[in-house]
């Protein structure tokens, strides 16, 4: 097993020499951190990268595991959950929680995909009632989630043929236990990259 550091480098590698993230940085950057042994910048510029350029999956397993040996179990689980889009593809929403007064939660959730609540997502059983199916959960640029707060976020559908039937501007509603614990308005759909 290579070491954080090597797995950086070779990550590094496997873009092209154009890839250029939103904020500017490109791979040559990315190796100006790694001769300055900045490895957490590092490993933070090539996740920005990756968000505009498609990247593979053994990209995603090397960062997942640098930021393991890193002890960054964040990034490390943002790595791993990359990896799974490009392999299922990607579902993004906007999620309003209801508030504890209106039956939704009573505290915040770690946003960081470890939920996994229930989402009518249109399916119905053989006699015609509400059939849920499961997906993590993870909020966009927020560490957590609270009652009444809105979001952009992330499904992991444990199921994922089952939400091919997505598509923008579609509503689809999150349930924890019983009632609706939020209303999610789908706004992109993105295939599998493998």
Known sequence: MDDAFTLLRRATDLLPEDAVADNGRTAGDVRGEIELQEWEMALDMLIEIADVHPVSITFWEMLSEAARQMMLDRSRRWCEWRGWEVRHGTIRA??????????????????????????????????????LNIA???????PQLGPGETADVRLA????????????????TMHEAGPAA????????LPPRV
């Open 157 to 172: 559908p444990l199921r994922p043929e089952q939400w091919q039937h997505l598509k923008p501007g579609d509503v689809i």
């Open 182 to 189: 939020g209303i999610a308005e789908i706004i992109e759909v």
């Open 94 to 131: 906007t999620l309003a929680l209801l508030g504890s007064d209106e039956g939704g939660r009573r505290s915040a959730f770690s946003g960081d995909g470890r939920l996994r609540p229930m989402w009518d997502i249109g399916h119905r059983d053989a006699a015609g009632r509400q059939d």
């Open 136 to 142: 993590r959960l993870w909020v966009e640029f927020a």
